[in-house]
């Protein structure tokens, strides 16, 4: 079995509104319910489960109700970041799903995902028994001379990193099952978990562990602010135009 485990567990600070942003309407439905659509819609993947914020759980089943997600098997709540999210989700599904089956972790609020990037990291994983949709970097990198923000005027670089060097990961991730249960495990019992950026790959590294890269896109961002929100409209919109186009010369 392939399950996409979909985190949904963030309150979205950043965006400025008053409900987490993967409950935001675009277009006059939620950026989560997009997201949950892509592997709805997928072939290959056979179960979801969505990693929630424990008040609005509720939410989810009106979801699955109004959109017929008919892979959406279980919900379980949120961690209080991204990694503790993973852990939730990944343990909930223990007894559940075999040590061969294959989980995709992904963002809620990345709901630029395609059916091509879904296929290729589910072949990925099945050949190396992990792996990340990524791309190489293109834009011009250095380094900040401190870890604030480059908003911050006393930030600066003066260190070239060389681009070709670099892997821009982001999501899906995918591992068997088995293994990603037992990286866990086996970080708890290092007491190692917390003392780690709270990501899998991060925690991935610390032990030592190899990352395989799978196919990615630029497209394929993870909403962070209003901005971002704009663009999915925007892409919504465009899509709605080419189907639009494309059934008018079918006519």
């Known amino acids: 079995m392939n399950i996409a485990i979909i985190l949904a567990g ?3 600070n950043r965006v400025g509104a008053d409900i987490p942003k993967q409950f935001i ?3 006059g439905k939620p950026i989560l319910a ?15 489960e969505v990693v929630c914020i424990d008040s609005y759980i509720k939410d989810i089943g009106v979801m699955k109700s109004q959109y017929n997600f008919s892979k959406l098997i279980w919900v379980t709540k949120g961690g209080e970041n991204f990694q503790k999210s993973v852990l939730n989700g990944i343990k ?11 989980v995709l972790v992904h963002f809620g609020v990345s709901p630029f995902i395609s059916e091509d990037i879904i296929s290729d990291v589910i072949r990925v994983c099945k050949e190396k028994g992990n792996a990340i949709s990524s791309t190489d970097f293109y834009l011009l990198p250095g380094m900040k001379e ?19 060097t670099i892997a ?12 990603v ?10 007491g190692i978990i917390d003392s780690v950026e709270p990501h899998t790959t991060t925690l991935m590294y610390k032990m030592r562990k190899t990352i395989y890269f799978s196919k990615g896109s630029q497209t394929n961002i993870k909403i962070t602010n209003l901005e971002d929100i704009n ?21």
């Open 10 to 12: 963030g309150v979205g």
């Open 25 to 27: 309407e675009v277009l």
């Open 34 to 48: 997009y997201t949950i659509e892509i592997f709805q819609q997928h072939p290959e993947i056979d179960a979801i």
């Open 92 to 102: 909930y599904l223990k007894n559940k799903i075999s040590e061969n089956d294959i």
């Open 146 to 164: 401190n870890s604030e923000s480059v908003e911050n005027p006393n930030n600066a670089s003066s260190k070239y990193i060389d681009r070709n």
């Open 168 to 179: 821009c990961m982001s999501c899906p991730h995918a591992f068997k099952y088995g293994f």
């Open 181 to 190: 249960y037992n990286l866990y495990k086996e970080a708890i019992e290092q």
């Open 231 to 251: 663009l999915f409209e925007g892409y919504l919109l465009m899509k709605e135009s080419h189907k639009q186009k494309k059934n008018k010369y079918r006519d």
